[in-house]
């Protein structure tokens, strides 16, 4: 299901042709779940790229699955499944120091928009396609959809783009805020590594308790942000990146943090 690469700290996780066009099966998903996780254990792994193949970055749910479960009175506990699988992935992706960015090759639907829009940042090719693709199915959205999305284009817009069933082309999510840069398919993947490996570079603590204390931001007081705040930069503080970090301003030099 997945090809991975290593490019020094920078892991390049491919979702194959074909479970990039079904990728949310129980076992599909429990493999990108098992090979995200495990790169984000590893300490030489500071960035991940996820891509797709073809003409597919992630194009959601097996839907003949869907059928087999509605037809075998399962489809409740299948839906739970998945969802289990894949939202406890999302949270840690949304905290762990390890920067991700979704390489955004072609159609990207359903729990494969949500898987992209967990990364840290999102580089599309113009070939990008970019749906719900829930309500002609009768759903509500998941894959943490309707949190990530309205804090990178407005409630509203989200609104719409759920309602109305938009899909947007790489330009049109740019020009929402959707994703951070289009970049022609040639240069895709060394593109998103670079800025893996860039924003990589930094110290854990700041890696996390900045994507930490940004998703809290939208939802808590001033006074809870402040304390949430003092407490990880306390934290922070007393680690040894930190001490490099001094010691590098102090000696007119770039730090190094392993």
Same mark, same amino acid.
């Given at each position: 299901?997945?090809?991975?690469?290593?490019?020094?700290?920078?892991?390049?996780?491919?979702?194959?042709?074909?479970?990039?066009?079904?990728?949310?099966?129980?076992?599909?998903?429990?493999?990108?779940?098992?090979?995200?996780?495990?790169?984000?254990?590893?300490?030489?792994?500071?960035?991940?790229?996820?891509?797709?193949?073809?003409?597919?970055?992630?194009?959601?749910?097996?839907?003949?699955?869907?059928?087999?479960?509605?037809?075998?009175?399962?489809?409740?506990?299948?839906?739970?499944? /998945?969802?289990?699988?894949?939202?406890?992935?999302?949270?840690?992706?949304?905290?762990?120091?390890?920067?991700?960015?979704?390489?955004?090759?072609?159609?990207?639907?359903?729990?494969?928009?949500?898987?992209?829009?967990?990364?840290?940042?999102?580089?599309?090719?113009?070939?990008?396609?970019?749906?719900?693709?829930?309500?002609?199915?009768?759903?509500?959205?998941?894959?943490?959809?309707?949190?990530?999305?309205?804090?990178?284009?407005?409630?509203?817009?989200?609104?719409?783009?759920?309602?109305?069933?938009?899909?947007?082309?790489?330009?049109?999510?740019?020009?929402?805020?959707?994703?951070?840069?289009?970049?022609?398919?040639?240069? /895709?993947?060394?593109?998103?590594?670079?800025?893996?490996?860039?924003?990589?570079?930094?110290?854990?603590?700041?890696?996390?308790?900045?994507?930490?204390?940004?998703?809290?931001?939208?939802?808590?007081?001033?006074?809870?942000?402040?304390?949430?705040?003092?407490?990880?930069?306390?934290?922070?503080?007393?680690?040894?990146?930190?001490?490099?970090?001094?010691?590098?301003?102090?000696?007119?030099?770039?730090?190094?943090?392993?």
């Amino acid at each position: 299901v997945l090809e991975v690469e290593r490019r020094d700290s920078v892991a390049v996780v491919t979702i194959s042709a074909e479970a990039a066009r079904n990728a949310f099966d129980s076992d599909s998903m429990s493999e990108i779940s098992a090979t995200l996780n495990d790169l984000m254990d590893d300490s030489e792994i500071r960035g991940i790229v996820l891509t797709g193949t073809g003409r597919f970055f992630c194009a959601g749910a097996d839907i003949e699955e869907f059928q087999r479960s509605i037809d075998e009175g399962i489809i409740g506990p299948l839906v739970d499944n /998945l969802t289990s699988i894949l939202h406890p992935l999302q949270v840690r992706m949304r905290t762990d120091p390890t920067i991700l960015v979704a390489a955004i090759n072609g159609a990207a639907a359903g729990g494969g928009l949500g898987l992209a829009l967990a990364c840290d940042a999102r580089i599309a090719s113009p070939d990008a396609k970019l749906a719900a693709a829930f309500f002609k199915l009768g759903l509500s959205p998941d894959g943490g959809s309707t949190w990530l999305l309205p804090r990178l284009v407005g409630n509203q817009t989200a609104r719409r783009f759920f309602f109305n069933d938009e899909t947007w082309t790489g330009g049109e999510a740019l020009e929402k805020g959707l994703v951070d840069e289009v970049v022609e398919q040639e240069n /895709l993947i060394d593109h998103a590594t670079k800025l893996a490996a860039n924003w990589g570079k930094w110290s854990k603590m700041s890696r996390s308790g900045t994507k930490q204390l940004l998703d809290a931001s939208t939802s808590t007081f001033f006074q809870t942000q402040l304390e949430l705040e003092q407490a990880l930069i306390i934290a922070a503080s007393q680690t040894d990146e930190f001490a490099e970090g001094v010691a590098a301003f102090l000696e007119k030099r770039e730090p190094t943090f392993d």
